[in-house]
């Protein structure tokens, strides 16, 4: 385990719109006010997208991710985290459950999902952080690290 300690800075209340597109929007938003590090919560309706529901073989590496389709409008309940790249740009990394019906789907939005109707999207930003999302050459994956 890697542990690095921080602070509550600012907290952003955003109403997102239909046809505004997760992580795509959040991401932008948070340039442009300057957030680099953060906690995410999303709740609100999607109405199309894809998302990664897993790898296809697990003890692969670098792993072939599996992707869906979301189809139809969607509930959606998701967490997540904001933190720049190698580059300096804000990252989002949110998993979210999408549930339609009977039918249940959950999985990373890295691919992106498109807003139905409305969603709330809070963004508390973390300070006193120096942590980025570094590639890792064995998964593929940009995992935190310290700068």
């Not at 997102?16 to 995410?40: I, K, M, T, W, Y």
């Not at 692969?60 to 998701?78: I, R, S």
């Not at 339609?100 to 498109?114: A, F, L, S």
Request: charge should be negative; hydrophobic fraction near 45%; proline fraction near 6%.
């Amino acid at each position: 385990m890697k542990v690095a300690e921080g602070r509550i800075g600012r907290v952003f209340v955003l109403r997102l719109e239909d046809g505004d597109r997760l992580p795509d929007c959040v991401e932008a938003f948070a340039a442009s006010r300057g957030v680099a590090q953060g906690f995410c919560a999303f709740v609100g309706g999607v109405g199309s997208g894809r998302i990664v529901v897993g790898p296809e073989d697990a003890s692969a590496m670098p792993p072939v991710p599996v992707l869906t389709e979301l189809l139809g409008a969607h509930e959606a309940a998701a967490v997540g985290t904001l933190f720049p790249n190698e580059s300096g740009q804000p990252k989002l990394h949110m998993h979210a459950t999408f549930g339609r019906g009977d039918e249940v789907k959950t999985g990373c939005i890295r691919p992106g999902i498109d807003i139905w109707t409305i969603g709330e999207f809070v963004l508390i930003e973390l300070t006193g952080l120096d942590l980025v999302r570094k590639r890792d050459a064995a998964t593929g994956f940009e995992l935190l690290a310290p700068k």
